[in-house]
Protein backbone atom coordinates (compact mmCIF):
# COMPACT_ATOMS: atom_id res chain seq x y z
CA UNK A 1 0.00 0.00 0.00
CA UNK A 2 1.61 3.32 -1.40
CA UNK A 3 1.31 5.45 1.26
CA UNK A 4 2.90 9.45 1.53
CA UNK A 5 3.42 11.35 4.66
CA UNK A 6 3.85 15.11 5.23
CA UNK A 7 4.88 16.23 8.30
CA UNK A 8 6.75 19.66 9.68
CA UNK A 9 4.13 22.08 8.88
CA UNK A 10 3.29 24.96 11.35
CA UNK A 11 2.92 28.73 12.25
CA UNK A 12 5.34 31.28 11.95
CA UNK A 13 6.31 34.56 11.41
CA UNK A 14 7.49 35.95 7.90
CA UNK A 15 11.22 35.50 7.59
CA UNK A 16 10.78 32.42 9.55
CA UNK A 17 11.56 29.42 8.60
CA UNK A 18 10.52 25.46 8.21
CA UNK A 19 11.47 22.15 7.07
CA UNK A 20 9.02 19.94 5.77
CA UNK A 21 9.36 16.20 5.51
CA UNK A 22 7.48 13.71 2.77
CA UNK A 23 8.39 10.23 4.23
CA UNK A 24 7.41 7.57 1.50
CA UNK A 25 6.32 3.58 2.05
CA UNK A 26 4.97 0.89 0.10
CA UNK A 27 7.09 1.06 -3.08
CA UNK A 28 10.39 1.43 -4.61
CA UNK A 29 10.93 5.31 -3.57
CA UNK A 30 13.98 5.00 -5.37
CA UNK A 31 12.95 4.62 -8.75
CA UNK A 32 10.28 7.69 -8.15
CA UNK A 33 10.55 11.68 -8.77
CA UNK A 34 9.26 13.80 -5.68
CA UNK A 35 7.56 16.60 -6.09
CA UNK A 36 5.50 19.73 -3.83
CA UNK A 37 2.47 20.90 -4.15
CA UNK A 38 0.59 23.93 -2.35
CA UNK A 39 -2.75 24.85 -2.47
CA UNK A 40 -3.95 28.37 -0.88
CA UNK A 41 -7.60 28.72 0.21
CA UNK A 42 -9.53 29.89 -2.82
CA UNK A 43 -6.74 29.12 -5.13
CA UNK A 44 -5.67 26.33 -7.77
CA UNK A 45 -2.48 24.08 -6.45
CA UNK A 46 0.75 25.00 -7.75
CA UNK A 47 3.41 23.82 -7.95
CA UNK A 48 6.42 24.42 -5.75
CA UNK A 49 9.85 21.89 -6.62
CA UNK A 50 10.73 18.64 -7.46
CA UNK A 51 13.78 16.43 -7.28
CA UNK A 52 14.75 13.15 -9.56
CA UNK A 53 14.80 9.74 -8.38
CA UNK A 54 18.24 10.25 -8.52
CA UNK A 55 18.19 13.41 -6.41
CA UNK A 56 19.86 15.44 -9.34
CA UNK A 57 18.42 18.37 -11.38
CA UNK A 58 16.21 20.07 -8.85
CA UNK A 59 13.33 21.99 -9.74
CA UNK A 60 11.59 25.06 -8.71
CA UNK A 61 8.74 27.37 -9.10
CA UNK A 62 9.95 30.91 -9.69
CA UNK A 63 8.12 32.16 -6.75
CA UNK A 64 10.40 30.05 -4.09
CA UNK A 65 13.58 29.88 -5.89
CA UNK A 66 16.71 30.96 -3.63
CA UNK A 67 14.25 30.26 -0.87
CA UNK A 68 13.57 26.69 -0.69
CA UNK A 69 15.53 23.55 -1.14
CA UNK A 70 14.39 20.06 -2.08
CA UNK A 71 16.70 17.30 -0.51
CA UNK A 72 16.21 13.54 -0.41
CA UNK A 73 17.28 10.55 1.71
CA UNK A 74 16.91 7.40 -0.41
CA UNK A 75 17.93 5.31 2.36
CA UNK A 76 15.61 7.44 4.39
CA UNK A 77 12.81 7.05 2.00
CA UNK A 78 12.15 10.69 2.53
CA UNK A 79 12.24 14.05 0.73
CA UNK A 80 12.89 17.30 2.33
CA UNK A 81 11.78 21.06 1.64
CA UNK A 82 13.93 23.32 3.41
CA UNK A 83 11.68 26.92 3.65
CA UNK A 84 13.45 29.74 4.51
CA UNK A 85 12.83 33.69 4.60
CA UNK A 86 8.89 32.83 4.87
CA UNK A 87 6.11 35.14 3.00
CA UNK A 88 2.75 35.53 3.68
CA UNK A 89 2.07 34.16 0.28
CA UNK A 90 3.19 31.00 1.22
CA UNK A 91 1.01 30.33 3.16
CA UNK A 92 -0.79 27.06 1.87
CA UNK A 93 -1.59 23.04 2.73
CA UNK A 94 1.81 21.71 1.48
CA UNK A 95 1.75 18.15 -0.46
CA UNK A 96 4.21 15.83 -1.83
CA UNK A 97 3.73 13.43 -4.57
CA UNK A 98 5.79 10.72 -6.69
CA UNK A 99 5.77 10.41 -10.26
CA UNK A 100 7.66 7.61 -12.42
CA UNK A 101 8.97 9.88 -15.16
CA UNK A 102 12.46 10.14 -16.44
CA UNK A 103 12.10 13.62 -15.92
CA UNK A 104 10.62 15.88 -13.34
CA UNK A 105 7.41 17.23 -14.04
CA UNK A 106 5.44 20.32 -12.93
CA UNK A 107 2.34 19.42 -13.73
CA UNK A 108 0.25 17.99 -11.01
CA UNK A 109 -1.94 15.59 -12.36
CA UNK A 110 1.50 13.38 -14.04
CA UNK A 111 2.10 12.51 -10.44
CA UNK A 112 0.42 9.39 -9.03
CA UNK A 113 0.41 9.37 -5.52
CA UNK A 114 -0.50 12.06 -3.42
CA UNK A 115 0.10 12.49 0.46
CA UNK A 116 -2.57 14.28 3.03
CA UNK A 117 -0.83 17.49 3.58
CA UNK A 118 0.78 19.39 6.22
CA UNK A 119 -0.55 23.55 6.75
CA UNK A 120 2.09 25.93 6.62
CA UNK A 121 1.06 29.76 7.97
CA UNK A 122 2.95 32.52 7.93
CA UNK A 123 1.96 35.29 9.74
CA UNK A 124 3.14 38.02 12.11
Given at each position: ???L????????Q??????????G??F?F??????????????????V?A????A?N???????????????D?????V????N???????A??????????F???????Y?????????????
Amino acid sequence: QVQLVESGGGSVQPGGSLRLSCAGSGFIFTRYNVGWFRQAPGKEREFVAAIRWSADNPEYADSVKGRFTISRDNAETTVYLQMNNLKAEDSAVYYCAVDRSIFTTTIGRHYDYWGQGTQVTISS
